[in-house]
């Protein structure tokens, strides 16, 4: 996402790329759902978009105010995983565009207050919406072998168990720094080395405390259930768990899935392709990444509506807690 405060100052990431993915025209309605500091939204608007943005940060709703009446955007505070809810109740079936800029927005990493990074010591918070449950309630309660799996499923940290049994033995933990402290004990950390071992275990608890791999899933097929007949969703991740989400989500959706064997049935013939055939992943090229090193992970997928009715295999589960 882009940074909070002045969009004016930073470009978002693959910028060009999403606003040709969503091949904008005067006068239609388009969704940003991560608002961020605005940056997407505001180019959206420039390109005479009618723009709905949402962001559950309240931190982002209240400083975009500006940008909002400058732009005539649109801002609601709220998962985007609620946009076609939140829309209708603001008398808005169907939209032309749906973007998604996945994952920690730069303005809360760079605030030390908010307590994603270990750049800077802060609260161990690490909640976007400033509600329930933080990084600490969970670090400091939950069971090792949990904290294990959560390092391991959301982190990939291949010594999840090690990392686990060193935080409990820690507790309680209060701050980033004593985290981060933690783990490179538990893993050993050289100065020299090029990726500090604390990445992976923020990574992954940020990701279960907000429950971001569910936000995504419930936001794509909300994107599928609101999109019109040629309508374009354009999405960006920043590493390969929300990646691979998004590429099987397309995949499935576009009718690109192996199809029967003896083995396996046939795909139903009401599982009729509610978008086509999704375009080529897109990355950042080398003057990108010159000009922004968080761009470096970021990949973009994009693919079109057909007119297939939304099929909300996930929006029929019930909420998980």
Same mark, same amino acid.
């Given at each position: 996402?882009?940074?909070?405060?002045?969009?004016?100052?930073?470009?978002?990431?693959?910028?060009?790329?999403?606003?040709?993915?969503?091949?904008?025209?005067?006068?239609?309605?388009?969704?940003?759902?991560?608002?961020?500091?605005?940056?997407?939204?505001?180019?959206?608007?420039?390109?005479?978009?009618?723009?709905?943005?949402?962001?559950?940060?309240?931190?982002?709703?209240?400083?975009?105010?500006?940008?909002?009446?400058?732009?005539?955007?649109?801002?609601?505070?709220?998962?985007?995983?609620?946009?076609?809810?939140?829309?209708?109740?603001?008398?808005?079936?169907?939209?032309?565009?749906?973007?998604?800029?996945?994952?920690?927005?730069?303005?809360?990493?760079?605030?030390?207050?908010?307590?994603?990074?270990?750049?800077?010591?802060?609260?161990?918070?690490?909640?976007?919406?400033?509600?329930?449950?933080?990084?600490?309630?969970?670090?400091?309660?939950?069971?090792?072998?949990?904290?294990?799996?959560?390092?391991?499923?959301?982190?990939?940290? /291949?010594?999840?168990?090690?990392?686990?049994?060193?935080?409990?033995?820690?507790?309680?933990?209060?701050?980033?720094?004593?985290?981060?402290?933690?783990?490179?004990?538990?893993?050993? &950390?050289?100065?020299?080395?090029?990726?500090?071992?604390?990445?992976?275990?923020?990574?992954?608890?940020?990701? &279960?405390?907000?429950?971001?791999?569910?936000?995504?899933?419930?936001?794509?097929?909300?994107?599928?259930?609101?999109?019109?007949?040629?309508?374009?969703?354009?999405?960006?991740?920043?590493?390969?768990?929300?990646?691979?989400?998004?590429?099987?989500?397309?995949?499935? %959706?576009?009718?690109?899935?192996?199809?029967?064997?003896? &083995?396996?049935?046939?795909?139903?013939?009401?599982?009729?392709?509610?978008?086509?055939?999704?375009?080529?992943?897109? %990355?950042?090229?080398?003057?990108?990444?010159?000009?922004?090193?968080?761009?470096?992970?970021?990949?973009?997928?994009?693919?079109?509506?057909?007119?297939? /009715?939304?099929?909300?295999?996930?929006?029929?589960?019930?909420?998980?807690?």
């Amino acid at each position: 996402m882009t940074p909070a405060a002045d969009p004016g100052r930073h470009i978002p990431v693959l910028l060009d790329e999403v606003l040709h993915a969503l091949a904008i025209n005067p006068g239609e309605r388009h969704v940003d759902g991560t608002f961020g500091a605005g940056g997407y939204s505001a180019a959206m608007a420039e390109r005479g978009a009618q723009v709905f943005a949402f962001d559950r940060d309240p931190d982002a709703i209240r400083e975009g105010q500006a940008l909002s009446h400058e732009r005539g955007i649109e801002l609601i505070e709220g998962e985007f995983s609620r946009m076609e809810e939140l829309l209708a109740d603001r008398g808005v079936a169907s939209v032309s565009g749906v973007t998604l800029d996945i994952g920690v927005s730069s303005m809360q990493l760079d605030r030390a207050e908010r307590g994603f990074s270990f750049q800077a010591d802060g609260p161990l918070a690490m909640t976007m919406s400033r509600t329930g449950m933080s990084a600490a309630d969970f670090l400091n309660t939950a069971p090792e072998q949990e904290i294990a799996d959560v390092l391991y499923r959301y982190g990939e940290e /291949p010594r999840s168990r090690r990392v686990a049994k060193a935080i409990v033995e820690a507790r309680p933990l209060e701050r980033t720094g004593q985290l981060a402290a933690v783990v490179r004990r538990a893993l050993g &950390h050289k100065p020299h080395d090029k990726k500090d071992p604390a990445t992976r275990t923020f990574q992954a608890i940020r990701i &279960h405390v907000n429950r971001e791999l569910e936000e995504l899933e419930r936001g794509l097929e909300a994107a599928e259930a609101l999109l019109e007949e040629g309508g374009r969703l354009a999405v960006v991740t920043f590493h390969s768990l929300e990646d691979r989400i998004v590429k099987q989500f397309l995949r499935q %959706r576009s009718g690109n899935e192996a199809g029967g064997s003896r &083995h396996m049935p046939e795909r139903q013939a009401s599982d009729i392709p509610t978008f086509e055939r999704p375009a080529k992943a897109v %990355r950042p090229g080398q003057a990108e990444l010159t000009r922004n090193p968080r761009a470096r992970s970021a990949t973009l997928r994009s693919a079109v509506r057909t007119g297939a /009715p939304a099929r909300r295999s996930h929006a029929s589960r019930s909420d998980r807690s």
